[in-house]
C-alpha cells in the first residue's frame, strides 16, 4: 500500500492528481460526497478507489486506513453497494421507449470504459452489463461479476448519463428470479423454448385438426380476435385468414402463456422500472411481420406492457460478422416490423446487431432512432485484435487452440464460417496477424471460442491463455479502448444515434 500513499495525501489535500510511473490516476473519477473525496487509481496489479474524509460514506467503504483519513479501498461488490447507494448513477437503471440503447454486454469487464466514451454525449444509452447465462458459464462469471464490472466503469469514466444491466436471454424461472434480486435495470426473457417450430412443417389439414383439439375457450378467444379479420398499421393492412390464426395459435400459444405468467409474476410486482424485453429471435421460425403483430397485439389484450421486442428477422445475423441474405426482402419487413412496434409504443430490438453494417443504415431509416440493439462478442473480438497486434506469441496460440477445439464451440453456436479462408498461421507475418479480425470464417471462429479460451487449464491446472491475455490487455488500455471506439462508433454512427444529446433529454 506505501505505493499508494502518495495519492491519498494529495487526494486529502485536494492538490491535483497526476499519474506517476507506477500508478495511474483515472482523473474523471474524482468524486466528492459531503467531506468525503474518492478517486480510482490503477497500480501495476490492479485498481483501486482512494478514500479520504470522514463520515458515513468513507466508514462504510471497506479498505485499508493508511494514513489518518485516508483509506485504500479494493474493488469488491460490497463496495460497489456502497457506490451505488450514494452515487445513483453508479446503479443501473430502466430507459423505457422514448430513447435508443445499446447492449454492449463486456464478456471481459473490460470493455465498459471504451463504450461509455463510445455513447457519451449521444442520443443512445448503454446496457454495459449484458451476459446470457451460456456466457456466464463459458466464461466462469457470475451476473453480480458483471454489473460489478459495468458499475466500477461508470465511476472510473465519471460517466453520470446513467446505464443499464440486462438479464439476457433469461429462460428459466430461477434466472429470472435471481436477475431481479440483484437489480438488473432490464429482462430479457427468451421464449424460444416454447415456440414450437414443429408446426412449420405441418400441412394446412394437420394445422387445422390439431387447432380443433384445443379447449373450446382457446379457439373462442382467438376466432373472436382474429378470424377473417383485418388491422391497419398505417399503410399495412394485416389480414388473418383462417390458416394464419390456426398456425400462429398453435406455433406461440405456450410463448404468450409463458410472457405473460413471466410479466404478471415478476415484471409486474417488482415495484421499480424494468425494461422488459421479449425475444421470440433465437428460434427456427422467422418471425413474419403478421406474427409479430399477432404476438403483439395478443400481449397487449392481455395487460402485458414491454419496452421491446426481438422478432427474428429474415435472412441471418449470424454472430460478428456483416448480414447474410436478400436485402430488398430485409429492408420491406424490417419497414413492416418498425411500424409495427411504433403503433404498439415499443422499441424494435435486434440481437446479433453487431457488424451489421450492410443493414443499419436501413435499420436506422425505419426505427427513427428509437430502437434497442444487441451486441455482444464484437468487444471481444476488438480485444483479440489488440492481442495480435501488441503480443503476437500470445495470439498464434490462442488462434492454433481456437481452431483445433471449434468442434467443442459449434455444439452451442451456430456459424457457418468458409475455413479455406482462413490463411495458414505460418505463412503471416507477426505484423499481419490483426488481419485476421478482418476475415469474417477468422472472426467467427474466434468469436465463438472465447469460452474455451479464457478457460483452458494445462495439466497443472493453470490458465493456458487466460491470465497473460489479461495481463496484455491491462498494460495496453487505451489501446483496447480506442478500438473499442472505433469499431463501436461505426455501429452508432451508421444508425444514426450520434446525435449530441441535448442538454436535458427527458427519459
Ligand atoms: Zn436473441
Redesign the pocket.
Known sequence: MEHLKYHVESLKLGKELESTSDVKVYEKSLTHYENVSLVMVRDQAQRWILATGNGSLFEELEGTVITDSGKVVPLTHENRLVLNRYFAYTAPRAFGTKIATMGLGDRLGLASPGHIETVRGHQVRPILAQQSIRELTLTNRTMNDVIDAASFAVFQEGYTEGFGADGD?LKEEEDIKMALSLGMSML?L?CSDHIQNRVEALTEEEISAEFEGLPEETKCHYNELYLNKSFNVEDLSIVFDKNTVQKFVLLYRNALDYMVHVHDTYIKKANRDIDFEI?I??TETVTSPAAHFFVANELLKRGVTVTSL?PRFCGEFQKGIDYIGDLEQFEKELREHALIAEYFGYKLSI??GSDKFTVFPIIAKYTKGILHV?TAGTNWLEAVRVIAKVNPGLYRRMHAYALEHLDEALKYYHITPDMSTILPLDSVSDAELPEYMNNDAARQVIHVTYGLLLTAKDKNGNFIFKDEFFTTLHENEEEYRQSLVKHIGKHVELLNLSKELTTKTSL
Open positions: 436471454h430479457t427468451d425475444s429471435d433465437e426481438a440481437h446479433s444487441k
